[in-house]
């Protein structure tokens, strides 16, 4: 990439690597948490609704300060995970890409309910007379079904976490080439004297960015859709 | 032996349902809508909890009171929705190969053959939005069939299709209940449907069964006169086909003692077929009618006499172990003096086939050819093979 600096081609690939790690990271638990929201009825679910709901009020800033609280090297969950497995958060791109799987969560919970309440259910109960059980009706006609919202869950949080700013500086600090992502890169370009044009350029590589991901999220939707015979 | 019994509140509605009926055949499950046709089935299907039972031959399925309650996916039966159901994300192979995999027996209706019975050949690498209703029914009934199951329930499906998609879908309902063998609950608010594919009736009225027994009998229920409208009731017979009349072409039906004359491809001596004698297509004579044009002419005794809506009464007559019913007016009924125990002559205007080869043993030896069309105008009334209407 000759067009870019190397600090730009830094802060452009370590977003992307921190946006991939916190989209894998939290797919698994949205499509868990999308499918116990909308087709269990238990005690606390509205409170569990509403938990998972939190990042999207709160100021990321205090996400970022809860992360350090549970996960930082005193925290009861870092200094375990410190211990038993020597994965550090704090500071790293690994706790970059939790804070940004934190904050973009529910964007990615909300996009899969509504894709799964649009699912028949009548089809689930017909591959159920067909000898399906739970796990197998799931896999093969649930998730395919829900695959549209799914996949929207995935390009919004992916676009979320590429721009996460307030919890990932809280929580993991302003590092070049460990935590450094475009946001923070063009915060700290408007913070020194004379970064004006290097902050225009990496402004311009975010917007880049994010057009080229909305015409391939269409494309992609497009191809599902096909895919679904609708 | 297919057992039934459940009951299940749901709001205000209350289902109460027994019955109790021999396999194979195919049981109707009838009844106005709303009635809990549906729920029922979907009880028998385990997608429903309710108390109560539910055993076929020697495997119970639910049995509330021993703590029995396999799950639906243990049942194998197969479930024909009214509105098909099919997964869009497969096209039409898919969905039968999706079925097939996960059959939890041995196959006896082999993928070929199913392909085979309900000419879905040329569908196979259709998406599931380019069939039409008639077509994604046919896949339907395909599907469920590959799931190997033991009792096939079949939920309004033609109601969602027109007449003429109708017309593509029935025969193939026959077809399954002539040669595969396999139990089916069939149900349906259509009468015609009834009489075209049940071996059996079960009434149902607001959630509760009241009625059942053998689609002759069940033709004569009050009840079922009550849905259908006076204008459709009438004795549904299963004759037996004696052979073909050389002078006239036509398939002699031996039903009772008596014998109507029909027009049939269907003359292999032996073979049953469904008559239905409309009660306001019949005419009663107290004396042996002569010089008439009605050539089916059925003689027998008048068993009882029952007022019936309007300014008429319904009068059964047992034609030696059969009843049949006409439609006459109280005028008629008093100055003919019809009582229980009066022999008479039941005149046919006309009649129609319900079934071409109900439940038959087929014969060893093809049918001979069909025989020929005789001229309309010397015609006596008969009737034509299905889809036709009614002669007159």
């Known amino acids: ?230 | 032996m297919l057992e039934v019994a459940a009951k299940k509140h749901l709001g205000a509605f209350t289902l109460d349902a027994k019955f109790e009926l021999p396999t194979p055949g195919v049981v109707a499950l009838f009844g106005r809508s709303g009635c809990g046709k549906s729920t029922l089935i979907n009880v028998i299907a385990g997608l429903l909890k309710a108390a109560g039972r539910v055993a076929l031959d020697d495997a119970v399925l639910l049995d509330t009171e021993q703590n029995i309650d396999i799950p639906p996916q243990h049942r194998r039966i197969g479930y024909v929705f009214q509105e098909a159901r099919l997964f869009p994300h497969f096209n039409v192979a898919g969905n039968l190969r999706y079925a097939e995999r996960r059959a939890g027996a041995p196959a006896f209706v082999s993928f070929d053959l199913v392909i085979d019975l309900l000419d879905l050949g040329a569908l196979m690498s259709r998406r599931t939005h380019q069939l039409s209703g008639g077509e994604r029914q046919r896949v339907a009934i395909g599907r469920a069939l590959l799931s190997q199951p033991r009792l096939m329930l079949l939920d309004e499906p033609l109601a969602s299709l027109d007449a003429s998609r109708r017309e593509e879908v029935l025969p193939y309902l026959e077809i399954l209940r002539d040669q595969l063998a396999i139990p089916m609950v069939y149900v349906s608010h259509n009468f015609d449907e009834v009489l075209r594919l049940a071996t059996y009736l079960v009434l149902m009225e607001s959630g509760k069964t009241v009625a059942q027994g053998g689609i002759a009998d069940m033709s004569l229920n009050s009840g079922v006169r009550a849905i259908i409208g006076a204008d459709a009731v009438g004795a549904v017979v299963d004759g037996t086909v004696l052979g073909m009349d050389p002078s006239s072409g036509l398939t002699r039906v031996g039903v009772g003692s008596g014998e109507l004359k029909v027009l049939s491809e269907t003359t292999a001596p032996g073979s049953k077929l469904r008559v239905q004698l409309l009660a306001r297509d019949l005419i009663v004579a107290t004396r042996a009618p002569q010089q008439l044009s009605v050539r089916n002419i059925l003689t027998g005794v008048v068993t009882a006499v029952t007022g019936d809506e309007g300014e008429a009464d319904l009068i059964a007559i047992d034609i030696g172990g059969t009843t049949i019913m006409a439609r006459v007016t109280h005028a008629a009924t008093r100055e003919l003096k019809l009582t229980a125990g009066l022999p008479v002559w039941a005149l046919v205007k006309s009649l129609s086939l319900r079934s071409r080869s109900f439940e038959a043993a087929r014969p060893a030896a093809p049918d001979p050819p069909a025989a020929p069309t005789p001229p309309a105008a010397t015609a006596p009334p008969a009737a034509t093979a299905p889809p036709a209407p009614t002669t007159r």
Not at chain 1, 53 to 59: A, E
Not at chain 1, 71 to 81: C, K
């Open chain 1, 1 to 230: 990439m000759m067009w870019l600096s190397a600090n730009e081609a830094e802060a452009l690939s370590l977003s992307l690597s921190v946006a991939a790690r916190s989209v894998a990271l939290s797919l698994p638990f949205a499509i868990l948490l999308a499918w116990v929201l909308t087709r269990r009825r238990f005690i606390g679910r509205t409170l569990l609704d509403a938990f998972v709901h939190l990042p999207l009020v709160l100021p990321p800033v205090v996400v970022g300060y809860l992360l350090l609280l549970l996960f930082g090297t005193r925290g009861p969950i870092g200094s375990w995970l410190a211990q038993a497995f020597g994965i550090e958060l704090i500071f790293t791109r690994h706790g970059a890409a939790l804070a940004t799987a934190v904050m973009s969560f529910p964007l990615m919970v909300r996009a899969m309910r509504i894709s799964l309440e649009n699912v028949d259910r009548g089809l689930e109960d017909a591959a159920r007379t067909l000898g399906a059980g739970a796990l197998d009706r799931f896999t093969t006609i649930t998730l395919p079904l829900m695959l549209p919202g799914v996949l929207a869950g995935v390009i919004t949080a992916f676009s979320a976490a590429l721009g996460e700013f307030g919890a990932v500086i809280t929580f993991v600090s302003n590092i070049p080439g460990e935590t450094r992502t475009l946001p923070l890169a063009l915060y700290t370009a408007l913070q020194t004297p004379g970064g004006d044009h290097a902050a225009a350029r990496l402004a311009i590589i975010s917007i880049v960015l994010g057009f080229s991901g909305l015409l391939l999220s269409e494309w992609f939707a497009h191809r599902v859709r096909r895919l679904l015979g609708r």
